[in-house]
């Protein structure tokens, strides 16, 4: 038989014959005078147990090893490799099928957010939120909610989302307050009323989440480059007032103004309190 006839009986390519017979796995058969290989039985027994071994889910290295070894054990060791690698395969599908049963559910009964597939906490979260509100902040946060929720830990992430249900339901005016401030500078005295009003609705478990100084990049720094300089000087000392409320031992008085320069001086209480991370932007 040519390289062909020999493919073509066992179901493979000739590519394939070539590519097996690079790498070792099939002798090169004898040639006949014009140069062409000339394949026989035992090429094609050899060559079927290849391709029976490859469905089987073996890669070629552990192919030329089962056929180097005669006495067939090393096929036993591969094959209980294969089978332990195929069950950790089959409890991760099943795993996915059973998140992907939750979202198909979800989606059916028109509950998934149009930023899915989210995580179930976030879908509860938002689920209570109810409809986006008419505002760019509140889209802001929604935004970065969605990215907390894949790049935050699973523990962390369960207990932030829950932090937040706690938020839902007076969020609306809040997002109002710090909408206005777009265009107001820091000292604007609004800057210190949607501070305060933003501190009032967010839980004090939120001052366990430490917020990195201002220029150390990341994730912080990101969402705050979004806000207005006053808005960002809203939830930075929204931020503080809870992390005072946390940690007990603040006085909301010591602050001198809505500025920026009280913003500088305020980082160290917020480094200090835990380290969580730079996953907490604004409400």
């Known amino acids: 038989m040519r390289i062909g006839e020999i493919a073509a009986l066992v179901g493979v390519t000739p590519r394939a014959v070539r590519h097996y017979h690079h790498l070792g796995l099939l002798p090169e058969p004898a040639r006949r005078a014009n140069g062409y290989r000339e394949y026989g039985i035992r090429d094609a027994v050899l060559l079927a147990r290849v391709r029976r071994l490859t469905e089987l889910g073996l890669g070629l290295d552990e192919v030329r090893d089962v056929l180097a070894d005669d006495a067939g054990r090393e096929l036993v060791e591969v094959l209980e490799e294969l089978d332990a690698d195929l069950a950790r395969q089959e409890a991760v599908v099943r795993e996915r099928r059973e998140r992907l049963a939750g979202l198909l559910a979800e989606a059916r009964a028109g509950r998934l957010p149009a930023g899915g597939p989210v995580s179930p906490e976030l879908a509860a979260l938002l689920a209570g939120v109810g409809e986006l509100p008419d505002s760019p902040m509140a889209v802001k946060d929604r935004e970065v909610l969605s990215l907390l929720d894949t790049v935050v830990p699973e523990a962390e992430r369960v207990r932030l989302m829950g932090l937040m249900q706690e938020v839902a339901g007076g969020a609306g005016h809040v997002y109002g307050l710090l909408d206005a401030l777009v265009g107001a500078g820091t000292g604007d005295p609004r800057v210190e ?40 000087a809203a939830v930075r000392r929204a931020l503080e007032l809870v992390a005072g409320r946390f940690g007990g031992g603040r006085e909301e008085g010591s602050r001198g103004d809505s500025g920026g320069g009280r913003e500088a001086g305020s980082q160290g209480d917020f480094e200090a309190g835990c380290e969580e991370g730079e996953g907490n932007g604004g409400g």
């Not at 967010?202 to 969402?223: C, E, K, R, T, V």
């Open 193 to 232: 009323e949607a501070a305060r009003a933003l501190a009032a609705v967010l839980p004090d478990g939120i001052g366990g989440f430490a917020l990195p100084a201002a220029g150390q990049g990341g994730l912080a720094d990101a969402f705050f480059a979004e806000l207005a300089p006053a808005q960002a």
